[in-house]
């Protein structure tokens, strides 16, 4: 299952996530392309993503490929991350200590 999720497009992994609609990505990646700009920029430009949530998703992309973490524990603290506003290292730790309490 990691060698699935180790190439995952950033914003399938929003929407996996549940932090981005799918017509928001799509509206996006065109707006990407026509612009020649990454599609995080844009997402964070068109207010769909804040760059924290940007920065954190980057960071779960990089791990799951790596193997550092699981793809859906990446997903779980990406939720975490939106909804606390915490970063991603405070998002895991939280997540660790509730699974092994």
């Known amino acids: 299952m990691a060698n699935e999720r180790s190439n995952q497009l950033l914003g399938e992994?929003?929407?996996?996530?549940g932090l981005l609609k799918i017509d928001?990505?799509?509206?996006?990646?065109?707006?990407?392309r026509s612009q020649k700009l990454p599609i995080g920029k844009v997402l964070v430009m068109a207010g769909y993503i804040s760059k924290e949530l940007l920065e954190a998703a980057i960071e779960v992309q990089?791990?799951?490929k790596d193997n550092l973490i699981d793809y859906e524990?990446?997903?779980?603290?990406?939720?975490?991350?939106n909804n606390t506003n915490w970063p991603l290292e405070q998002a895991?730790?939280?997540?660790?200590c509730t699974s092994t309490a």
Not at 13 to 17: D, K, N
Not at 24 to 32: K, Q, V, W
Not at 73 to 81: F, T
């Open 13 to 17: 992994l929003l929407t996996e996530a």
């Open 62 to 64: 990089a791990r799951v």
């Open 73 to 81: 524990l990446g997903l779980k603290a990406l939720a975490i991350v």
């Open 92 to 96: 895991l730790s939280k997540m660790w």
């Open 24 to 32: 928001d990505l799509r509206e996006a990646a065109n707006i990407a």
